[in-house]
T-cell receptor, first 113, second 114 residues
Framework: GQQLNQSPQSMFIQEGEDVSMNCTSSSIFNTWLWYKQDPGEGPVLLIALYKAGELTSNGRLTAQFGITRKDSFLNISASIPSDVGIYFCAGLKTNFGNEKLTFGTGTRLTIIP | DGGITQSPKYLFRKEGQNVTLSCEQNLNHDAMYWYRQDPGQGLRLIYYSQIVNDFQKGDIAEGYSVSREKKESFPLTVTSAQKNPTAFYLC?????????????FGPGTRLTVL
């Protein structure tokens, strides 16, 4: 099955830095979702995007639904230690009767002391 | 509290044994999903169900089986035919037929086959 291309695969940053990651696809999606996964836990939904060009914020997180509907971006401002984890993008084509998410390969965020 | 529960958190089995992983949700969601996650990798869809008594294969269904006898329950059986069953298994649920049908995940079950 298809997986979305997510980059970078990993990031090592210092506390307080801003973070950017993105997700690209060869096909169009109607919905983009961003999840965060802590070690040994299930992913938690951070932000959902429903319209091309949409820019949505959730605290220090901002995500954008690309105009082409083939990509999405997530930014984290002023990172803090609890931001550590793996971030996944996911796209949904909203084919009624065939609702399946396609996941990115993940971006692992590490904060260097 | 509404949510998705998976049990147990850790499961150990001998090679050749079937094992069933539990997933229950009290969110009144129509759809439920099972994913497999291997170290350093993303999530791969095993099976999903959008309505009671109906389910479809995902991308890696071989060696797995499911049932959906109740709306709130979607157990996954890892059979002895699954060649590499050691992994982290995640269950999710969502409302269908709406544009905002985000999937919500359970805490996962880590299966180790010895």
């Amino acid at each position: 099955g298809q997986q979305l291309n997510q980059s970078p695969q990993s990031m090592f940053i210092q506390e307080g830095e801003d973070v950017s990651m993105n997700c690209t696809s060869s096909s169009i999606f109607n919905t983009w979702l961003w999840y965060k996964q802590d070690p040994g836990e299930g992913p938690v939904l951070l932000i959902a995007l429903y319209k091309a060009g949409e820019l949505t914020s959730n605290g220090r997180l901002t995500a954008q639904f690309g105009i082409t509907r083939k990509d999405s971006f997530l930014n984290i401002s002023a990172s803090i230690p609890s931001d550590v984890g793996i971030y996944f993008c996911a796209g949904l084509k909203t084919n009624f009767g065939n609702e399946k998410l396609t996941f990115g390969t993940g971006t692992r965020l590490t904060i260097i002391p | 509290d509404g949510g998705i529960t998976q049990s147990p958190k850790y499961l150990f089995r001998k090679e050749g044994q079937n094992v069933t992983l539990s997933c229950e949700q009290n969110l009144n969601h129509d759809a439920m999903y099972w994913y497999r996650q291997d170290p350093g990798q993303g999530l791969r869809l095993i099976y999903y169900s959008q309505i009671v008594n109906d389910f479809q294969k995902g991308d890696i269904a071989e060696g797995y089986s499911v049932s959906r006898e109740k709306k709130e329950s979607f157990p996954l059986t890892v059979t002895s035919a699954q060649k590499n069953p050691t992994a982290f298994y995640l269950c999710a649920s969502s409302i269908v037929l709406r544009s905002d049908n985000e999937q919500f995940f359970g805490p996962g079950t880590r299966l180790t086959v010895l």
